[in-house]
């Protein structure tokens, strides 16, 4: 599947941004679907994951209760709803796709990847 991200920009504190994932390829519906967020010499970290099957969504501690994954089958596009953000927020977010994912989740468990789209928020 491949993908590709949009909606990223820049943002007071305290704000919100809705990033997109596009998918083709393949339907959205059969995929484990993951946000990922690297800011310049620290490792990819995960932010939230959608599994199929029923499972509960994943998030990260630092971003449960603020951002929400979600995914529109119809449409081949999934979601991440970032409200109250804050300046650690800061990063350059991928989306991220593959039929089985751990959990926890890890980067390797994913092996289709979006180009990424930066959110700046000051």
């Known amino acids: 599947v491949q993908l590709v991200e949009s909606g990223g920009g820049s943002v007071q504190v305290g704000g919100s941004l809705r990033l997109s994932c596009v998918a083709s390829?393949?339907?959205?519906?059969?995929?484990?679907m993951g946000w990922f967020r690297q800011i310049p010499d620290k490792e990819r970290e995960v932010v939230a994951v959608?599994?199929?099957?029923?499972?509960?969504?994943y998030y990260s501690e630092s971003v449960k209760g603020r951002f929400t994954i979600s995914r529109d089958n119809d449409n081949n596009i999934f979601y991440l709803q970032m409200n109250s953000l804050q300046l650690d927020d800061t990063a350059m977010y991928y989306c991220?796709?593959?039929?089985?994912?751990?959990?926890?989740?890890?980067?390797?468990?994913?092996?289709?990847w979006g180009q990424g789209t930066q959110v700046t928020v000051s």
């Open positions: 991220a796709a593959n039929r089985v994912v751990g959990f926890p989740p890890r980067e390797s468990d994913f092996k289709s």
């Open positions: 390829g393949d339907t959205v519906g059969r995929y484990c």
């Open positions: 959608l599994y199929t099957g029923g499972i509960a969504p």
